[in-house]
């Protein structure tokens, strides 16, 4: 498995012995597409200047924070960096220094606020926090906000005649409307953003008497480089470079001249010249694009499995199984089910059953795993144990508690825990004895009391997926179908992708099938944190902890300070891997097996696995697998009439 | 008249900023139940709340709806701006003017193909009402009509496939794929190109209605040579031809051009799922993509241009109206 960090731009590095900073040593001489330099100052800038800049929106800041503070990177010499934390954190060197794509300063340094000061791009910020909030200035202080306006306009007249005096004359009153503007407002967004427009305003100041009129507006960044840019505003340091995107048709690359990776023999790659990425909408249509030669690799669906391996061999198309890849998919039981029906008893027993943890692992036992990866992989999926995902070195099988498909031990485990159909309608009923059990209530008075007539109390519950992920809807459906078999309704209808995370991660859903994506390295603090964000099974944990999740997340904690791999598994992870899957907060499915149909005109394909090499599709067409063309099949291509301007 | 074609047009003003603001909500009550743009980020455990309230303020997504709609209207009105795309980072103005070009390269030459096989088809079948004539081509038609679309087009597709058809989908071959999609970049073989790529999406998305207006024409056409100026027109011995075509079907045309100011709306709404599977880059498709998750300055500016579409047709079916039959008069 391709789980080691590989040498590239940082041909080493060396992390402290007190694992608090990182030395990375860049290799000499490479060159960005554009043909300048690539050095530290450019690590320096994309750290330092755009993920660490608080006027930047981007999510690549969350895998650069440790303990909320970012990593600070900073120059050591032309070719060597050194980031330091506050607090020891593996994670970082994958999240951070591996996923960040570093940025060419000559090119965006001049779109940066920070690094521009200049009063006009000062004016404007200060101007768009007050169009954001000019609703509640006016209701705050209607005269403040008249009186800000015209300084604000003073302010534009006084940059455009680049005068500095004029500039303080405007500053001053300005500064007084906002005053007035933040004592008249309740504490807030909006007083926390007019406060920035003092700071704001106070740059204005300084850049003008420093004679810098222009300078550029916070918000510019974010809107450069898009897809209007002309390709040659773009400079990467991959293997290709853009030479132009047809709006929803086709990106089209070509090679990049100063690409620094060569092959075994020396040549500098890539081997292609050009690489169209053509943009087909209907899985249908691509497979034909495929099959008629437009397009010279398809990702088959598990439906098409059979038609691509029986026709490879006549076709001659090179088949390649990849999986399973970085990520899971589980379903998980809402432990907090009594908060989506607050007034209903049912729903405050049922959150009992919930909590059960003999109750999640008897459902474990009732999902025929098999007949679901014979439905929807064609025998291919792989039943997974645990959070950490199967590709990685952290996993381990061996630690888990595996739940093999056993639906008489998942009966019995019901039928032990009190879970028992008492009104013979076919779902087991919460019945006193396990409610008593639990805890929840002292006899069948009270119970009743409480919860309401055991024969009504039924082990029913909503169950979700997203609509249109067809994997999912078929998952869910099985599981409808094998829960029923032990006596437990779960109703399943799919919603909306956006519905369905907003109701996950606000607590409000009864069972929901879903998966994420995973990487390397297990480390998820915003999931396994008990006040975590996505600690989605049990948010209530936050005030009233389970012990075993405290002690998952200690050990998540203590793990993700140790660098060496198989120190971290022995003290850490297995006991991990082993909580986690005997009190499973999620009940893990299987996972999915990829298959690959390529052009055999294609040569040095056999290692392309862009799945559990956890690279993106087209990244691992330039920088893993190294692709050429032998002269047969430029004979047969020209044939085909497919030789002109297309590929090379 | 040019008095009632001022009216009409002042009349789409309010008409359309109605439409606006209807639809602004109606995408406004989505994301309050569904989530708004950034919502998608929530299904990414490695994304703090914070880095997604983050991007919803960079967006202007933390203000009320009414103040976003508020600001998108005062960008059309003072700059003809009709705001920016959430998913694209572009203005939506921009955005629509690349897609519009392949929404009319279809819908332009498919209109042609229905309307000029349909009428013809539709006399014929009056004329010839209860032969073989009539009745093959009216089975014909309404196999066009019953079968879904999206079907037609696959199964168009895997024939074209199988026979080695070198354009069996999008707009142009790779080759001729760049360069603007508007009429002054063109060179002869992207013209040919486009031919031979047009074809098959006319045939689906036009098959679809032609049967429609055929019936409509043969209907009206029927009902009009039941009428006495027919019969005089026959009794005064003039040919055939002058009856059905100086008589009757003059008559018969005004429910088409009624028909026709509907018509060019329904075929760029209608063609959407044809456009996924034969994957034409059009208005549809990028309208489509927009609506999940919602990026909301592109649908709403999209709807207004569907209603603008609309209005506009009926407006020229108006006008034809009153320049084909001199009994129709607007004061």
Redesign the interface.
């Known amino acids: 498995m391709n789980a080691e960090l590989i040498p590239g731009l940082a041909k080493s590095w060396v992390v402290s012995p007190d694992g608090f900073s990182v030395t990375l040593h860049l290799r000499h001489g490479i060159k960005w597409s554009d043909g300048e330099p690539f050095t530290a100052d450019d690590v320096v800038f994309t750290y330092m200047d755009v993920v660490g800049n608080d006027d930047i929106a981007n999510n690549l800041r969350d895998g650069c924070t440790v303990g909320d503070k970012f990593v600070q990177v900073e120059k050591v010499d032309d070719y060597a960096v050194k980031a330091s934390v506050t607090e020891p954190y593996r994670p970082l060197l994958r999240d951070c220094i591996q996923g960040v794509s570093l940025l060419p300063k000559h090119k965006l340094a001049k779109y940066v606020a920070k690094l521009n000061p200049g009063a006009g791009g000062n004016r404007d910020a200060v101007q768009s926090v007050v169009n954001n909030y000019r609703d509640d200035l006016q209701k705050a202080d209607a005269q403040a906000l008249v009186a800000l306006d015209a300084a604000i306009k003073q302010l534009a007249q006084a940059i455009e005649a680049k005068n500095a005096d004029q500039v303080k004359a405007a500053v001053d009153p300005l500064q007084q409307s906002l005053d007035q503007l933040i004592q008249a407002l309740a504490p807030g967004d909006a007083r926390d953003d007019l406060e920035k427009a003092k700071s704001y305003a106070d740059r204005a100041l300084q850049s003008a008497q420093a004679n810098q009129f222009a300078g550029v507006s916070p918000d510019t960044f974010n809107n450069t480089w898009n897809t209007n840019t002309p390709p040659e505003e773009f400079a990467g340091l991959g293997p290709y470079t853009l030479v132009s995107y047809q709006t929803g048709q086709q990106v089209l690359l070509k090679r990049n001249p100063y690409y620094w990776r060569v092959d075994a023999d020396g040549v500098q790659l890539p081997y292609f010249d050009e690489l169209a990425v053509v943009i087909v909408q209907n899985i249908d249509t691509q497979f034909l694009y495929f099959k008629s030669g437009q397009a010279d690799m398809y990702p088959a669906r598990p439906e098409d499995w059979a038609e691509v391996l029986g026709a490879a061999q006549e076709e001659s198309w090179r088949t390649i199984k990849d999986g399973p890849p970085y990520g899971n998919t589980f379903l998980v039981l809402n432990q907090d089910i009594a908060k989506v029906k607050p007034g209903d008893p049912t729903y405050q027993a049922l959150q009992y059953v919930m909590r059960a943890k003999e109750f999640r692992q008897a459902l474990a036992y009732s999902i025929n795993k098999q007949a679901m990866s014979d439905n929807i992989y064609r025998g291919l999926g792989t039943p997974q144990w645990a959070w950490i995902s199967i590709p990685s070195p952290f996993y381990d099988a061996e630690s888990a508690n595996q739940y093999p498909y056993d639906v008489s031990k998942a009966k019995q485990m019901l039928d032990d825990l009190g879970l028992t159909d008492t009104n013979a309608n076919g779902v087991r009923n919460i019945t006193d004895k396990f409610l008593i059990a639990q805890k929840a209530c002292n006899d069948s008075v009270d119970c009743a009391q409480k919860f309401g007539p055991q024969d009504q109390r039924e082990v029913s519950f909503p169950l979700a997926t997203n609509t249109g992920n067809t994997i999912r809807e078929a998952m869910s459906q099985q599981i409808e179908h094998d829960f029923k078999d032990i006596g437990i309704q779960a109703s399943y209808l799919p919603q909306d992708f956006n519905a369905l995370v907003t109701g996950l991660t606000g607590g409000q859903y009864g069972g929901v099938v879903i998966g994420f994506t995973g990487g390397v390295d297990p480390t998820g603090f915003n999931v396994w944190k008990v006040d975590g964000f996505y600690h989605f099974w049990r948010y209530s944990s936050k005030d009233n902890p389970p012990e075993w999740e405290l002690r998952a997340q200690q050990l998540q904690v203590d793990g993700s300070k140790v660098f060496d791999v198989q120190e971290a598994m022995d003290k850490y992870y297995k006991e991990f891997i082993q909580l986690d899957s005997e009190y499973l907060p999620v009940i893990y499915l299987i996972n999915q097996i990829f298959l690959y149909a390529v052009d055999q005109c294609l040569e040095n394909s056999q290692n392309f696995r862009p799945q559990s090499g956890n690279l993106p599709q087209w990244v691992a067409f330039g920088e893993r697998t190294w692709w050429q063309r032998t002269d047969d099949c430029k004979a047969k291509l020209e044939q085909k009439g497919r030789l002109g301007a297309g590929p090379k | 008249m040019l008095s009632y074609i001022i009216r009409r047009v002042l009349l789409i003003i309010p008409t359309l900023f109605l439409v606006s603001l209807i639809s602004f909500v109606i995408i406004a009550l989505q994301e309050h ?4 743009f950034v ?11 914070e ?1 997604i309230e ?2 919803q ?2 967006l ?1 997504l ?3 709806w009414y ?1 976003r709609y508020a ?1 998108w209207l005062e960008g059309i009105i003072t700059r003809w701006d009709f705001g920016y795309s959430f998913e ?3 203005p939506v103005g ?2 629509i003017m ?2 519009l070009p ?1 929404t009319l390269l279809i819908t332009i030459p498919t209109a042609l193909f229905v309307w000029l096989l349909a009428i013809p088809i539709g006399i014929y079948s009056a004329t010839h009402q209860y032969s073989l004539g009539d009745h093959s081509l009216t089975l014909l038609g309404f196999i066009g009509l019953s079968l879904p679309t999206f079907f037609s087009a ?1 199964v168009l ?2 024939l074209l ?1 199988d026979l ?1 058809y ?1 354009a ?5 071959s ?2 001729y ?2 360069g603007s999609p508007w009429p002054w970049n063109w060179s002869w073989g992207k013209f040919v190109d486009f031919l031979a790529h047009l074809w098959p999406a006319v045939l689906v998305i036009g098959g679809a209605s032609i049967a429609g207006l055929m019936r409509v024409m043969r209907g009206t056409l029927l009902d009009v040579f039941g009428s006495q100026y027919v019969q005089t027109a026959r009794a005064k011995g003039l040919a055939e031809r002058i009856v059905i075509y100086k008589h009757a079907v003059r008559n018969a045309i005004n429910p088409m051009i009624s028909i026709f100011g509907q018509f060019l709306p329904v075929l760029v709404s209608g063609s959407l799922i044809a456009a ?4 034409m ?1 059009n208005l549809e ?2 309208y489509f993509q927009s609506l ?2 919602p990026d909301e300055y592109v649908v709403v500016t999209v709807l207004l241009f569907f209603a603008l579409f609309l209005l506009v047709g009926n407006l020229i079916a108006d006008i034809l109206l009153a320049w084909v039959d001199p009994r129709v008069r607007y004061d």
């Open positions: 139940y569904n989530g708004d919502t998608q980020l929530k299904g990414n455990p490695r994304v703090t709340p880095t983050r991007y303020k960079s202007g933390d203000q009320p103040m600001k694209k980072r572009q921009d955005l690349q897609y392949f696959l597709l895997f496939t080695n070198p069996i989908s999008g707009i142009f790779q080759q794929i760049a996924q599977v034969l994957n880059p498709i990028f999940q998750p």
